[in-house]
């Protein structure tokens, strides 16, 4: 999933390409700049067992030096999560999105790193 939501973000926000990170940025990485981690699983089930649909949670955080750089980054990562339901994704097409949920959009000044850091907090379902 992560390949292919990395796929998706810079097709339509090409400034993205070689700036989205798991879990953290490299030291020194300029800005704006994608860090993404995965804060939730799961697989669903019924009786006959497990479907191999999924539920992932991820929290995007867009860093950037100037709140407007971050905030303008941010809404349009926000507008391409919410492009996807019902499309398939991914270089090769292959995953199905049948829905994303945005959870919450925050932001915070990181005082070490000097950045602005947008939220984002969604689940995607396919």
């Known amino acids: ?6 796929y998706e ?6 400034e993205l390409k070689g ?5 953290n940025a490299p030291e020194g990485a300029k800005g704006p ?4 981690t995965r804060i939730n699983t799961r697989r669903l089930k019924t009786f006959e067992g497990y479907t191999g ?6 929290m995007f955080s867009i860093m950037a030096k100037r709140y407007a750089d971050m905030k303008s980054m941010r809404d349009k990562v926000e507008q391409a999560l919410l492009s996807l339901p019902k ?14 949920d ?7 000044y990181e005082h070490e790193l000097k950045v602005n850091r947008g939220i984002i907090d969604f689940t995607i379902y396919f």
Do not use: H
């Not at 700036?19 to 879990?23: F, G, L, S």
């Not at 700049?33 to 993404?36: E, G, S």
């Not at 945005?102 to 915070?108: K, M, R």
């Open 53 to 58: 649909n999924q539920e992932l949670s991820y």
């Open 9 to 14: 973000l810079v097709q339509v926000i090409p």
């Open 1 to 6: 999933m992560e390949s292919a939501l990395r």
């Open 102 to 108: 945005i959870n919450n959009v925050t932001e915070q």
């Open 87 to 100: 499309k398939y994704i991914g270089a090769d097409n292959s995953i199905f999105v049948e829905d994303i």
């Open 19 to 23: 700036n989205i990170y798991p879990t």
């Open 33 to 36: 700049y994608l860090v993404y």
